[in-house]
């Protein structure tokens, strides 16, 4: 039971160019997230799914797409990479909202020069 | 709208002193209070949670009590130990259906041995 997983570890990427951050969960979880952590603004939500084939906004998703097409997979992309994009990028997974525990993957450090 | 505020960090203390760390919130009605906390290279885990006025939640020696009268969840830890040293997190979840939790901007704890 690996619970939550992200690929890459790390990243370092030129202004401009594209990606997508992996996020997998073996817990069979509804709902699934994505963070940035940045140094003192604790996590901020990117985007969310509530379930697979769903995805919604949370509070800073400019420059950023999300699917769900697998309910255990959550992707990330950046389609073209700007240096404040530089940060931690944090997935979880929860089997419920609310007040359900949120599980996090280990994180992606990602730098755009 | 919705938001924690919890203490400045980091915090220093030596192996075996009382902790506490100050949290406090902003929220109509009653909403979900958590802890996590982030070990160093690691994702953030749940430490204790509280969803209704006056619950206590605790966890490896940790507690904190939901106040609704000082809207405060601080949390509490008789003697710390240096497997303690991290980042600890606020976070609350409101009570509309629609929000989604909101994190503090974290406080960072050392222990000295």
């Known amino acids: 039971n690996a619970g939550v997983t992200q690929t890459p570890k790390f990243r370092v990427l030129k202004t401009g160019q594209s990606m997508t951050l992996l996020c997998a969960q073996d817990?069979?979880?509804?709902?699934m997230y994505w963070y940035r952590q940045d140094p003192g603004m604790g996590l901020r939500l990117i985007h969310y799914?509530?379930?697979?084939?769903?995805?919604a906004k949370g509070e800073v998703p400019d420059g950023y797409n999300v699917s769900r097409l697998k309910k255990q997979n959550f992707l990330l992309g950046l389609e073209s990479a700007a240096p404040s994009q530089t940060s931690v990028y944090f997935c979880?997974?929860?089997?419920?909202?609310?007040?359900?525990?949120?599980?996090f993957g280990p994180g992606t450090r990602l730098t755009v020069l | 709208g919705n938001s924690v505020t919890q203490m400045e960090g980091p915090v220093t203390l030596s192996e075996e002193a009382f902790l506490t760390i100050n949290c406090t919130y902003t929220?109509?009605?009653?909403?979900?209070l958590f802890w996590y906390v982030q070990y160093p290279g690691e994702g953030l885990q749940l430490l204790l949670k509280?969803?209704?006025?006056?619950d206590k939640g605790s966890n490896k020696g940790f507690e904190a009590t939901y106040r609704k009268e000082t809207t405060s969840f601080h949390l509490e830890k008789g003697s710390v130990q240096v497997s303690d040293s991290a980042v600890y997190f606020c976070?609350?979840?409101?009570?509309?259906?629609?929000?989604?939790?909101?994190f503090g901007k974290g406080t960072r704890l050392h222990i000295l041995p």
């Open positions: 976070a609350l979840i409101p009570m509309n259906r629609d929000d989604k939790i909101i």
């Open positions: 817990m069979n979880h509804e709902y």
């Open positions: 979880a997974s929860s089997y419920g909202g609310r007040t359900d525990t949120q599980y």
């Open positions: 509280a969803t209704k006025a006056d």
């Open positions: 929220a109509t009605g009653y909403p979900s």
């Open positions: 799914s509530v379930g697979e084939g769903t995805t």
